[in-house]
T-cell receptor, first 112, second 115 residues
Framework: DAKTTQPTSMDCAEGRAANLPCNHS???????VYWYRQIHSQGPQYIIH???NNETNEMASLIITEDRKSSTLILPHATLRDTAVYYC?????????????FGPGTRLSVLP | DTGVSQNPRHKITKRGQNVTFRCDPI?????LYWYRQTLGQGPEFLTY????????KSRLLSDRFSAERPKGSFSTLEIQRTEQGDSAMYLC?????????????FGSGTQLSVL
């Protein structure tokens, strides 16, 4: 079972910031938070990951609370092409196989 | 990265037939994963290879399913005696490890329809 909970769906206006929350209250100290997204008819795509500190890359920013029990993925200027299902996953460091557990994710709709 | 390639993109078969899917991972990745995804759900883990060794299998992988990765390069997933419940998207991913974490790169999947 997924160790995260996310809202089922969210809407965002084009050009505005999209803030996608994720709850991972049982996260362990050696677990990373990963975000992937899946655009219709494609495989999931890696977005960003983090352990304790906030992270930013060319796609998004990841804000992790100090207690690490929740995080927020921020798409700073959402476009129509950001419409997708977004998955938040927690996974131990240096561990493989089944530990990439995908839940149902959040379906983000970016509206014109 | 040149990307993970999966073939075919779509497969329609009759119940009881055997099907085989192929995955070509990113060449320098030594880990390869198979997932299955049904409508409205996230991908579910099936099995994982490190090089040619199959290291882990989900209980979802019944004895009708077999996966191979000869020579640690491409992989095949075979389903024997297909059932309608096997209809799903089958996704392959290859993994690159860096600094204690691993990124997965997914292919576009093979959509299986069992009639």
């Amino acid at each position: 079972d997924a160790k995260t909970t996310q809202p089922t769906s969210m809407d965002c206006a084009e050009g505005r910031a999209a803030n996608l929350p994720c709850n991972h209250s049982t996260i362990s100290g050696n677990e990373y938070v990963y975000w992937y997204r899946q655009i219709h008819s494609q495989g999931p795509q890696y977005i960003i990951h983090g352990l304790k500190n906030n992270e930013t890359n060319e796609m998004a920013s990841l804000i992790i609370t100090e207690d690490r029990k929740s995080s927020t993925l921020i798409l700073p200027h959402a476009t129509l092409r950001d419409t997708a299902v977004y998955y938040c996953i927690v996974r131990p460091t240096d561990n493989y196989g089944q530990n990439f557990v995908f839940g149902p994710g959040t379906r983000l709709s970016v509206l014109p | 990265d040149t990307g993970v390639s999966q073939n075919p993109r779509h497969k329609i078969t009759k119940r009881g037939q055997n099907v085989t899917f192929r995955c070509d991972p990113i060449s320098e990745h030594n880990r390869l994963y198979w997932y299955r995804q049904t409508l409205g759900q996230g991908p579910e883990f099936l099995t994982y290879f490190q090089n040619e060794a199959q290291l882990e299998k989900s209980r979802l992988l019944s004895d009708r399913f077999s996966a191979e990765r000869p020579k640690g390069s491409f992989s095949t997933l075979e389903i024997q005696r297909t059932e309608q419940g096997d209809s799903a998207m089958y996704l392959c991913a290859s993994g690159r490890r860096a600094a204690g974490h691993e990124k997965l790169f997914f292919g576009s999947g093979t959509q299986l329809s069992v009639l």
